[in-house]
């Protein structure tokens, strides 16, 4: 069966809908209940809905859109159920059924066909965006518009040029198709995944991934023909799209036949383990969806597996760290991260109570659900305000951004870094005084 023959039907799966008995104990577990205390937008709640849907007793109207576009999709509700709902997959395929069903606005379908399926997949297109938003910050026209409150007359749109990430230049994208050789002994041959938007706005992440991997070890190879994960596509309903970049990334990196697929941001490596689930309908992929899966780490749990090689230098920090959703629930991976930055010499580390509770990023959520993020932001800058720490911690790209927003708006100007970038600047300062 070849791609242009298959068609998928998304709808949730009546045996992943049976296996929820409405306890409620998801309940206090999910963002946006413990924040508006409806149970319309609770994941009972709103599995309560899918079921009606699929029973034909509950049209697919304004209503059940609105409930299941404000869910987060954080799945933090997998960690807290008792009987193993796989809700992620459900909330993913409604949303691919309401996207074939509920035909949104026409200029909503214009904007998001052109930032899903011309921006995310494009080079071109990312690095010239990358180049008009870097020109913006760099000519001080930012500064000029912050400074004269030019866009708070708009409100929602001078929140969202607060949360616009700096463009990094040269992007990542300069990299692709190059090998980096391990320092040392080789011990393994890597394949990284770059993103898209990550490509632009954090290039010099990517790059200190890059050589925290050649400190232990690894050659990294940035294979040139990988392309967005489609992990946006998959959270916003877009499952074909979704597929069609999976099946092209499935083919670049099993072809060079590594050892592991790295990557560095927590909501891509959730949908990259998941191909295999994404592509069950496609017979001539399936079984190279599943042995794709096998190769995907995170780097914090590839780092730790292999366990960490080199001096490390002081990082002199009070530190907390913030669990990036999709790493804890998603990929269930919690020690790791810790486990590593235990390693790292005069780290003071200071545990974040409900650090796993979404930041409100969340992919594109913090932009289209603005006012739902900034609360449940604000919430999550009090817990850390409350631990002392000048350093904040996570492993998601989209995480950083929302904590930098959050420690300029509602914090107390902390610096905010992944794990690896922590790493990186241990091995950076390794034998200095």
């Known amino acids: 069966m070849g791609e242009s023959d298959l068609l998928v039907i998304d709808r949730p799966s009546q045996v992943d809908l049976d296996h929820c008995v409405h306890c409620g104990l998801c309940l206090n577990a999910c963002p946006t209940y413990r924040e508006l205390g409806l149970e319309m937008d609770s994941p009972r709640g709103r599995i309560y809905q899918m079921v009606k849907v699929s029973e034909g007793e509950l049209p697919i ?19 807290a159920c008792p009987s193993g709902v796989h809700y992620g997959r459900l909330i993913e395929a409604a949303r691919a059924e309401i996207e074939v069903k509920a035909p949104r606005p026409l200029p909503v379908r214009l904007a998001r066909a052109f930032v899903f399926r011309a921006l995310l997949p494009s080079r071109f297109l990312l690095r010239t965006v990358g180049a008009g938003l870097w020109l913006y910050q760099k000519s001080g026209l930012q500064r000029l518009v912050r400074a004269t409150g030019l866009l708070k007359p708009f409100g929602k749109l001078d929140r969202l040029e607060r949360l616009a990430p700096e463009a990094e230049l040269p992007s990542f994208f300069r990299h692709y198709g190059k090998v980096f050789p391990a320092e040392g002994k080789r011990r393994y041959r890597v394949a990284m995944l ?17 050589r925290v991997l050649a400190k232990n070890g690894c050659e990294v190879h940035v294979p040139d023909g990988q392309t967005c994960c489609g992990a946006l596509h998959v959270h916003s309903g877009l499952a074909e799209d979704a597929r069609r970049l999976a099946r092209r990334n499935i083919d670049v990196f099993l072809e060079g036949g590594f050892d592991a697929v790295i990557t560095n ?6 949908t990259l383990k998941e191909y295999d689930h994404l ?19 995170d780097v914090n749990e590839f780092l730790a597996e292999i366990g960490l090689e ?47 509770t979404c930041c409100g990023s969340a992919g594109i ?24 720490a000048e350093l904040i911690i996570t492993a998601n790209p989209g995480c950083l951004l929302q904590l930098r927003a959050g420690a300029a708006l509602y914090g107390n100007g902390q610096r905010v870094a992944h794990v690896v970038e922590v790493l990186d600047e241990a091995y950076r300062d390794a034998g200095k005084v």
């Not at 941001?265 to 959730?270: L, Q, R, V």
């Not at 496609?282 to 190279?288: E, F, I, L, N, P």
């Not at 002081?314 to 810790?338: E, F, M």
């Not at 913090?366 to 409350?386: D, G, P, S, T």
Request: glycine share 8%; net charge positive; aromatic share 6%.
């Open 265 to 270: 941001a927590a909501g891509c490596g959730s």
């Open 310 to 356: 080199g001096e490390l230098g002081p990082v002199r920090a009070v530190a907390t760290y913030q669990d990036s959703c999709h790493l804890a629930h998603g990929q269930k991976i919690r020690a790791a991260p810790r486990k590593l930055l235990a390693a790292v010499p005069e780290l003071e580390f200071r545990e974040l109570p409900a650090s796993d």
């Open 365 to 388: 959520y913090n932009v289209v659900h603005n006012e739902m993020a900034m609360a449940l932001l604000e919430k999550k800058m009090e817990q850390i305000n409350r631990t002392g």
């Open 279 to 297: 592509l069950e309908a496609d017979g001539s992929y399936v079984a190279r969806a599943r042995r794709f899966v096998k190769l995907v780490k």
């Open 61 to 79: 109207g304004p209503s059940y859109v609105k409930h299941l576009d404000l869910c987060l999709a954080c799945r933090a509700c997998e960690s």
């Open 194 to 210: 770059g993103g898209c938007i990550a490509n632009v706005t954090f290039a010099r992440l990517n790059e200190a991934t890059v």
